[in-house]
Protein backbone atom coordinates (compact mmCIF):
# COMPACT_ATOMS: atom_id res chain seq x y z
CA UNK A 1 0.00 0.00 0.00
CA UNK A 2 2.90 2.36 0.89
CA UNK A 3 4.22 1.56 -2.85
CA UNK A 4 0.67 1.95 -4.49
CA UNK A 5 0.45 5.45 -2.38
CA UNK A 6 3.92 6.76 -3.40
CA UNK A 7 3.64 5.75 -7.24
CA UNK A 8 0.34 7.68 -6.83
CA UNK A 9 1.97 10.59 -5.68
CA UNK A 10 4.66 10.84 -8.66
CA UNK A 11 2.37 10.29 -11.41
CA UNK A 12 2.19 13.20 -14.02
CA UNK A 13 -1.14 12.43 -14.93
CA UNK A 14 -4.45 12.10 -13.25
CA UNK A 15 -5.92 9.36 -11.75
CA UNK A 16 -9.02 7.78 -9.61
CA UNK A 17 -8.01 4.63 -7.59
CA UNK A 18 -11.11 2.94 -6.17
CA UNK A 19 -9.92 1.27 -2.68
CA UNK A 20 -11.90 -0.64 -0.01
CA UNK A 21 -12.65 1.94 2.90
CA UNK A 22 -14.52 -0.04 5.51
CA UNK A 23 -17.34 -2.31 6.92
CA UNK A 24 -19.02 -3.18 9.95
CA UNK A 25 -16.54 -5.00 11.12
CA UNK A 26 -13.17 -2.74 10.44
CA UNK A 27 -11.60 0.58 8.58
CA UNK A 28 -8.83 1.01 6.43
CA UNK A 29 -6.79 2.95 8.36
CA UNK A 30 -4.12 2.97 5.72
CA UNK A 31 -5.82 4.54 3.28
CA UNK A 32 -6.65 7.77 5.33
CA UNK A 33 -2.74 7.57 6.55
CA UNK A 34 -1.01 7.70 3.35
CA UNK A 35 -3.94 9.09 1.29
CA UNK A 36 -6.15 11.44 3.09
CA UNK A 37 -5.04 14.23 2.25
CA UNK A 38 -6.38 13.60 -1.72
CA UNK A 39 -10.09 14.35 -2.41
CA UNK A 40 -11.76 11.17 -1.52
CA UNK A 41 -15.39 10.42 -2.44
CA UNK A 42 -17.31 7.49 -0.54
CA UNK A 43 -20.16 5.43 -1.83
CA UNK A 44 -21.56 2.47 -0.12
CA UNK A 45 -22.52 -0.20 -1.62
CA UNK A 46 -23.87 -4.17 -0.68
CA UNK A 47 -22.81 -7.03 -2.14
CA UNK A 48 -25.33 -9.44 -3.62
CA UNK A 49 -23.34 -12.71 -3.83
CA UNK A 50 -22.13 -14.76 -0.98
CA UNK A 51 -22.68 -17.64 -0.06
CA UNK A 52 -25.55 -16.95 2.64
CA UNK A 53 -27.34 -13.53 3.49
CA UNK A 54 -25.80 -13.24 6.56
CA UNK A 55 -22.28 -12.42 4.83
CA UNK A 56 -24.04 -10.04 2.58
CA UNK A 57 -23.01 -6.88 4.43
CA UNK A 58 -22.75 -3.11 3.39
CA UNK A 59 -19.61 -1.69 2.38
CA UNK A 60 -18.08 1.71 1.93
CA UNK A 61 -16.00 2.06 -1.13
CA UNK A 62 -13.03 4.98 -1.71
CA UNK A 63 -12.45 7.13 -4.82
CA UNK A 64 -9.58 8.36 -4.21
CA UNK A 65 -8.82 11.45 -7.04
CA UNK A 66 -5.93 13.63 -7.68
CA UNK A 67 -6.06 17.13 -6.79
CA UNK A 68 -7.26 18.78 -9.33
CA UNK A 69 -9.28 15.84 -11.34
CA UNK A 70 -12.10 15.69 -8.91
CA UNK A 71 -15.71 17.15 -10.43
CA UNK A 72 -18.07 18.37 -8.00
CA UNK A 73 -20.64 15.71 -5.99
CA UNK A 74 -23.46 15.21 -8.23
CA UNK A 75 -25.43 12.95 -5.67
CA UNK A 76 -25.05 13.07 -1.33
CA UNK A 77 -23.82 9.31 -0.99
CA UNK A 78 -21.12 10.38 0.08
CA UNK A 79 -20.57 9.75 3.81
CA UNK A 80 -17.71 12.14 5.15
Known sequence: MVELANTCRS???GF????????????????WELLG???IRIYKHFY???????YRHAI???LVIK??????EINNNRMI
Open 11 to 13: LNC
Open 16 to 31: ALSMWNQNIFRKDELL
Open 37 to 39: DFP
Open 48 to 54: HVGSSEN
Open 60 to 62: EEA
Open 67 to 72: HGYESA
